[in-house]
T-cell receptor
Framework: GESVGLHLPTLSVQEGDNSIINCAYSNSASDYFIWYKQESGKGPQFIID?????DKRQGQRVTVLLNKTVKHLSLQIAATQPGDSAVYFCAESPNQAGTALIFGKGTTLSVSS | DAGVIQSPRHEVTEMGQEVTLRCKPISGHNSLFWYRQTMMRGLELLIYFNNNVPIDDSGMPEDRFSAKMPNASFSTLKIQPSEPRDSAVYFC???????????FGPGTRLTVT
């Protein structure tokens, strides 16, 4: 029978293209945001973070953009490589004592060569 | 630093048996988190500790699940009795505080038959 499970958004790109992965967050008071990458069989790994007093931050081949007006976060990967294939999660920190990071559902990035 | 250490990496057990998952956080981290990941439900926060004290256990599925953190360098997640629907990958993560970047362990893949 048909398997039922989470249907993660999927982004398929060609090697060398730029990738943009989007995330909508829930809490307007959140002041810290993180992108994680999870490869098959591994735990999520930190990629890049950004604080709410910034709207852009760049790392090696990755850029995170933050639009607080519409509560939107994006991760841009330049010159995508097959090794970038993974599930990408955004996470927000609500800046409230007693509240941990809130993770999004994730987006699957598939890179073909 | 060795990172977050989890054991065992794989566990196969029969329904009704007790299962104990173990985690050693990164030294100096004050917060520890237990997550469960399945295809059906994605990444779910089960419980987290600050300074060895449980802060939020609202994600613990039911009384069959329990978690302890007897000291700053060790935590356990116990399932008793285990059921097939508990089959999942269980991740432990640690961070300097609940609102900061979390470092994930490699996970324990639990299969309950």
């Amino acid at each position: 029978g048909e398997s039922v499970g989470l249907h993660l958004p999927t982004l398929s790109v060609q090697e060398g293209d730029n990738s943009i992965i989007n995330c909508a967050y829930s809490n307007s008071a959140s002041d810290y945001f993180i992108w994680y990458k999870q490869e098959s069989g591994k735990g999520p790994q930190f990629i890049i973070d950004i604080r709410s007093n910034m709207d852009k931050r760049q790392g090696q081949r990755v850029t995170v953009l933050l639009n607080k007006t519409v509560k939107h976060l994006s991760l841009q990967i330049a010159a995508t490589q097959p090794g970038d294939s993974a599930v990408y999660f955004c996470a927000e920190s609500p800046n409230q004592a007693g509240t941990a990071l809130i993770f999004g559902k994730g987006t699957t990035l598939s890179v073909s060569s | 630093d060795a990172g977050v250490i989890q054991s065992p990496r794989h566990e196969v057990t029969e329904m009704g048996q007790e299962v104990t998952l173990r985690c050693k956080p990164i030294s100096g981290h004050n917060s520890l988190f237990w997550y469960r990941q399945t295809m059906m439900r994605g990444l779910e926060l089960l419980i987290y500790f600050n300074n060895n004290v449980p802060i939020d256990d609202s994600g613990m599925p039911e009384d069959r699940f329990s978690a302890k953190m007897p000291n700053a360098s060790f935590s356990t997640l116990k399932i008793q009795p285990s059921e097939p629907r508990d089959s999942a990958v269980y991740f432990c993560a640690s961070s300097f505080s609940e609102n900061y970047e979390q470092y994930f362990g490699p996970g324990t893949r639990l299969t309950v038959t």
